[in-house]
């Protein structure tokens, strides 16, 4: 049955049983309550392009370990927010956009390898980047701007863990020791640009050489951040609160802005928003409750950065 089976909403289904949907036409699959998938459940399918099962946690043994979305090359969307686990090759070879798991404390070897149109990774709680995590043998660059990684309890990263792809951004709060670090060009150099990365105080070893790269390093001066950054070349920029903020905020809302978003790099970042009956980034009261990254008001922005962690 499942062969011409093509979309489906399941809002009552809990576990996607073994095989469910193998070899299958299945394009896409929204079930909001699934809290469990099987061996097999979504293999092999090749055409399937998004796959909404935000309250699944893990399979016995951890997504990955029974080829769930084996040969799945066309999956761009996933939404499992709720995993904690990744095993070896779990989302190899996928088209997946946006690593989205806020709650991932694991990962193993290639977990995400030649996911060639990968942009952002957030993984906030992840505490160890294994080797072959982002890698991979497709050089094809879908994303010429280059991945944003936010990795912030990242505390050491394996060999190779990265690959050619080329990074914009990435940030760290607690890493200690890195055996590899991303790319800021591809592997051809044919979209160079320049990767800025936050690097905390906890940071003590580099072992990859990273001369010739185009990082911007943020960090703490008088570090082994600093020090790694002018060792090899690259531009090292002291934390503060006048330079974490990296792009301006609209000193206003309109129904064009929406909603007001500072870029802020840093780490222990914390926020206040400022309202104000002119359109001044300098001036106002602060707005009661208004501690977040976003608001939705007429105001003004203050950041302040610790340089510690």
Same mark, same amino acid.
């Given at each position: 049955? &499942? ?35 099987? +061996? ?6 090749? +055409? ?10 893990? #399979? ?34 996928? +088209? ?14 290639? !977990?995400?390898?030649?996911?060639? $149109? ?21 050089? *094809? ?16 990263? !394996? ?9 914009? +951004? ?13 790319? $800021? ?12 990365? !936050?690097?905390?105080? &906890? ?6 050489? *990273? ?11 008088? *570090? ?29 809302? *309109? ?35 208004? #501690? ?6 007429? !105001? ?10």
């Amino acid at each position: 049955m &499942t062969y011409s089976f093509v979309a489906g909403y399941f809002p009552k289904l809990e576990v996607v049983g073994a095989r469910a949907f193998q070899y299958s036409a299945i394009v896409s699959f929204d079930g909001p309550e699934v809290r469990a998938i099987n +061996r097999g459940s979504f293999a092999s399918c090749s +055409r399937l392009e998004s796959v909404n099962i935000p309250k699944c946690t893990e #399979t016995v043994w951890g997504i990955g370990s029974n080829g769930e979305f084996e040969d799945a090359s066309m999956l761009a969307v996933l939404q499992m927010s709720s995993t904690q686990n990744l095993l070896a090759g779990a989302l190899q070879g996928t +088209r997946i956009e946006t690593a989205y798991f806020p709650f991932l404390k694991t990962m193993k070897n290639n !977990a995400l390898y030649d996911c060639m $149109s990968l942009k952002v990774i957030h993984m906030p709680l992840l505490e160890s980047v294994p080797k072959g995590a982002f890698d991979g043998i497709n050089i *094809t660059i879908s994303s010429p701007k280059g991945r944003v990684y936010y990795l912030d309890s990242v505390t050491e990263i !394996a060999e190779d863990a990265f690959g050619f792809y080329p990074t914009a +951004r990435i940030e760290f709060s607690h890493l200690v020791t890195a055996q590899s670090l991303p790319a $800021s060009n591809d592997e051809n150099g044919l979209f160079p640009q320049q990767c800025t990365i !936050a690097m905390p105080s &906890t940071f003590k070893e580099c072992t990859e050489d *990273t001369v010739g790269r185009n990082y911007k390093v943020y960090g703490t001066k008088g *570090t082994y951040a600093e020090e790694w950054a002018n060792a090899n070349g690259h531009e090292f920029i002291e934390i503060s609160q006048e330079t974490a903020l990296l792009q301006d905020v609209p000193m206003e809302y *309109t129904d064009e802005t929406q909603v007001l978003s500072p870029d802020v790099i840093g780490f222990n970042r914390t926020y206040q928003w400022y309202g104000s009956y002119t359109a001044d980034n300098t001036a106002g009261e602060p707005i009661e409750g208004a #501690t977040e990254k976003e608001v939705m008001q007429y !105001a003004s922005f203050n950041s302040e950065t610790e340089t510690g962690v």
